[in-house]
Structures are given as structure tokens and as C-alpha cells.
């Protein structure tokens, strides 16, 4: 099946640093979604990802989709505290397949 | 929020009982799936079900047997539980419409200790 990668595991900023958060492929990707899970809570659809090179943003956080839709980003500008949880990318798991496989996900830490 | 819920929200349980977890939707989702989540594995997919007694195994089903006699319900049973099933279920539903995903709603989860 599908596998993702996801990097880093962790990351700590001190608030107002920009962060970002990479996915990556071995094959390409019919689409990509991102997902954020707050402390004790529950995954939370973000946005997804169809086209090649597509960029979608969101207030402060940008969303990208490579070229060859083999990679993904997330970059938040200027992290606030409410930014901390774990944010997730997730890809179809094969062809026509509607489950999802799920990078394992980077912690992002925020520190006042 | 979507109309998910999972009861029991907490659980502790011994070696070797049955347990079942429960997800309930009030979204009419055809799909709905099961996973869990452990640190510095993520989210692994248990079973899934694409429809009243449809369903199907993912990557992490040994341990595992599900049911859905209803649209709205799908259980999870952990015939003999054991430590290493000690994790954090989520349930989620989803509806295909145009494309291969959809976005996939999450329930609030359950937290599952077996000592």
C-alpha cells in the first residue's frame, strides 16, 4: 500500500518563528490531505490537495503540492500557541482505493 | 463537528476479556473506519466498512473483528485482549463523492488500557 513519510517528528519554536512540516512519496499521489490533532483531541480535516504544483493557503498557513505529486508541505508563518498539536498528511492507500494511509504525524511545539 | 460519537469514551480491561467499542454516526457516511493511534506510529488503519455488512481489513487487523449491522453503528471487538492493544481508537466516516478520498470525519476517540 501507500506509504508517506513525514518530517521532522517533533519540532519546538519559540512563537512567532515560522514552521514547516514535509511529506514525502516514493510514488506519485493522486492527492494529498492534512490533517491537525490539538493536545487530547481528535484528527481535523485541514485541506486537500489534488493538482500538480497546487498551493492553497489558509490565514497564516500555506499548503503546497509538488510538481511531480510526490511531496507535500505545510508552513505556518509566525506560530502562535493555538498552532501546538500534531498535524498529519494522508494519501489514498492505492488506486481507487478510498482509505487513507497516514504519515505518522509532527509534533509542533510552541513556546511562549 | 460531524455527528460521531464512541462509547465508551474510557476503558480499562484485564488480559485475556472481550471488549467491544462502539462508533455511532448520525451523518448517513456509507464509508467508516476504525484505527488507532499510538506514539510514533500515528494513525494505522484497523477495518474499515463501505456499507451495511461490507467491510474489510487494514494494515493492523490481527486482534481485531468488526460488524456493521446498521449504517450508523460500527463495532470493534477485541476478542481477547491484550497489552499490546493498549492504545487510542478513533473512529471516522467519510462519503465518496467526487475523486478517490473524501474527507474523513473523526470521532472524540476512545482511550483503551488493558493491564
Known amino acids: 500500500g501507500q506509504q508517506v513519510m513525514q518530517i521532522p517528528q517533533y519540532q519546538h519554536v519559540q512563537e512567532g518563528e515560522d514552521f514547516t512540516t514535509y511529506c514525502n512519496s516514493s510514488?506519485?499521489?493522486?492527492?494529498i490531505q492534512w490533517y491537525k490533532q490539538r493536545p487530547g483531541g481528535h484528527p481535523v480535516f485541514l485541506i486537500q490537495l489534488v493538482k500538480s504544483g497546487e498551493v492553497k493557503k489558509q490565514k497564516r498557513l500555506t499548503f503546497q503540492f509538488g510538481e511531480a505529486k510526490k511531496n507535500s508541505s505545510l508552513h505556518i508563518t509566525a506560530t502562535q500557541t493555538t498552532d501546538v498539536g500534531t498535524y498529519f498528511c494522508?494519501?489514498?492507500?492505492?488506486?481507487?482505493?478510498?482509505?487513507?494511509?497516514f504519515g505518522k504525524g509532527t509534533k509542533l511545539s510552541v513556546i511562549p | 463537528d460531524a455527528g460521531i460519537t464512541q462509547s465508551p469514551r474510557h476503558k480499562v480491561t484485564e488480559t485475556g476479556t472481550p471488549v467491544t467499542l462502539r462508533c455511532h454516526q448520525t451523518?448517513?457516511?456509507?464509508?467508516m473506519y476504525w484505527y488507532r493511534q499510538d506514539p510514533g506510529h500515528g494513525l494505522r488503519l484497523i477495518h474499515y466498512?463501505?456499507?451495511?455488512?461490507?467491510?474489510d481489513k487494514g494494515e493492523v487487523s490481527d486482534g481485531y473483528s468488526v460488524s456493521r449491522s446498521k449504517t450508523e453503528d460500527f463495532l470493534l471487538t477485541l476478542e481477547s485482549a491484550t497489552s499490546s492493544q493498549t492504545s487510542v481508537y478513533f473512529c471516522a466516516i467519510s462519503e465518496p463523492g467526487l475523486g478517490y478520498t473524501d474527507t474523513q470525519y473523526f470521532g472524540p476517540g476512545t482511550r483503551l488500557t488493558v493491564l
Open positions: 510514488t506519485t499521489l493522486s492527492n
Open positions: 451523518e448517513n457516511h456509507r464509508y
Open positions: 466498512s463501505y456499507g451495511v455488512k461490507d467491510t
Open positions: 494522508a494519501a489514498n492507500s492505492g488506486a481507487g482505493s478510498y482509505q487513507l494511509t
